[in-house]
C-alpha cells in the first residue's frame, strides 16, 4: 500500500495528489475540505514508512506515587520518595526495553550537565535509548513574569533534552487563564510555541503538543492551535492515548494521529473516577494506521503497583508492536 512520501507533504503539493494518496494510504478519518485535512496539510509533519517495529519505552511518571517531584515546582510528600531517576533507568533495563522516557519533573532542581550526563550514560550502558522528557509548562499565560519563567524553563530543558540525547519534549498548552477566554489562550499559546520551537530547532529537539485538557481537549481545539504553529519538522503532536473524555475518544484519537510525533499508551479510558480497561490492541492499530514510526511509550496510571502491573503491559505491548 502506497504511502505519502515526505515531499508529498510540502506546501507546493496539491490539494487534490494530497487527498489521493492519504487516501492509498489509509488516512480515512482525513475526509476532503475537513479542518483535520487542512491541518496535516499545511503542518509540514515528515511522515515516514513505518518500520516493521516499532520500539518501546516507559515514562517515569508511570512511578509518580514513588519518585520525588522536582520540577515545575516541588512535591511535598508524606513519606519518602522510595525511587529517584536512575533507579527508574535501572528498572526499565530490567525489562529490556528500547528506551524510557527520563520525565523532567524527577530531576534534581538545580540540575547539573554532569548528573544529566550520568543519566546518559547509564542508559545507554543497559542497551536503551533516551525516548524523549516532558515539561508542566503553560503557555496560556498573559505577559509578564509567570509567563517568561515558563518560557525560560522549557528553554532550559531544550538545553538539558539536548544534552539528555532526548529526541522529542512533550509539551503542553495550558488552561485559559481566570478572567480570561480560550480565543486569547489559544493566540498566547501559539506565540509560546513558536518562540520556543525556535530555539529547539537550533538544538535539534523536536516539541509535541500533548492533548492534555484545557485547550487541547478535543482534537478541533488541537487543529485550531496547530493551524498558528510555524510549519517545522522539529513539531508535532504527542499522542496520548487516554486524555480524550469524549463522546467517541477512539474516533478523536485517529484525528490527530497522523500528526504524531511521539505516542503515549495509558491502559485506562475515561474521566477520574469513571477510568475503563482500553482497548490497547486498537490504539496500537490506530498509530500503525498512520503510519506512526517512533516509540511507544506506556504512561501507567492504574491502580494496581507499578511494579506488580507494568511487566504484564509491555508484555502485551510487544506483542502488538
Known amino acids: 500500500m502506497a504511502v505519502p512520501s515526505e515531499t508529498q507533504f510540502n506546501q507546493e ?20 475540505g475537513s479542518l483535520f485535512t487542512d491541518t496535516v496539510l499545511s503542518a509540514g509533519v515528515q511522515k515516514k514508512t513505518a518500520p516493521e517495529h516499532l520500539k518501546l519505552s516507559l515514562a517515569a511518571y508511570s512511578f509518580n506515587r514513588d519518585l520525588q517531584k522536582y520540577w515545575p515546582t516541588p512535591r511535598k510528600r508524606k513519606t519518602p520518595a522510595t525511587m529517584d531517576i536512575m533507579d527508574f533507568v535501572r528498572y526499565c533495563g530490567e525489562l529490556k526495553l528500547d528506551g524510557c522516557e527520563l520525565t523532567s ?34 503557555f496560556c499565560l498573559p505577559e509578564g513574569n509567570a509567563r517568561d519563567e515558563q518560557l525560560e524553563m522549557t528553554r532550559n530543558w531544550i538545553d538539558y533534552a539536548a544534552i539528555l540525547g532526548a529526541p522529542v519534549i ?3 498548552a495550558g488552561r485559559v487563564p481566570k478572567g480570561g477566554n480560550e480565543a486569547e489562550a489559544i493566540k498566547m ?10 530555539y529547539a530547532e537550533q538544538k535539534g529537539v523536536s516539541l509535541a503538543l500533548e492533548n492534555h485538557g484545557g485547550i487541547t481537549s478535543t482534537p478541533e481545539q488541537m487543529m485550531r492551535i496547530i493551524d498558528g504553529i510555524n510549519k517545522s519538522p522539529n513539531f508535532g503532536v504527542n499522542f496520548d492515548s487516554g486524555n480524550f473524555r469524549t463522546e467517541h475518544p477512539y474516533a478523536d484519537l485517529e484525528k490527530i ?17 469513571e477510568e475503563k480497561p482500553a482497548d490497547i490492541p486498537r490504539i496500537v492499530k490506530i498509530l500503525k494506521d498512520a503510519n506512526y514510526k517512533n516509540f511507544i511509550v506506556l504512561e501507567y496510571e492504574a ?16 506483542k502488538l508492536i
Open 303 to 318: 491502580d494496581e503497583p507499578p511494579k506488580e502491573a507494568i511487566p504484564g503491559y509491555i508484555k502485551q505491548l510487544r
Open 13 to 32: 503539493t496539491s490539494r487534490r495528489e494530497f487527498l489521493k494518496s492519504a487516501s492509498l494510504a489509509g488516512f480515512g478519518a482525513l475526509a476532503a
Open 257 to 273: 494521529a497522523p500528526l504524531a510525533i511521539n505516542a503515549q499508551i495509558k491502559v485506562e479510558m475515561g474521566a477520574r473516577g
Open 189 to 198: 499559546c501559539q506565540k509560546g510555541i513558536n518562540e520556543s520551537l525556535k
Open 170 to 172: 512533550r509539551i503542553f
Open 105 to 138: 519533573y524527577y530531576f534534581p532542581n538545580p540540575v547539573s550537565e554532569d548528573y544529566l550526563k550520568e543519566t546518559k550514560d547509564l542508559v545507554g550502558s543497559l542497551g536503551m535509548e533516551v525516548s524523549g522528557t516532558a515539561i508542566g509548562n503553560d
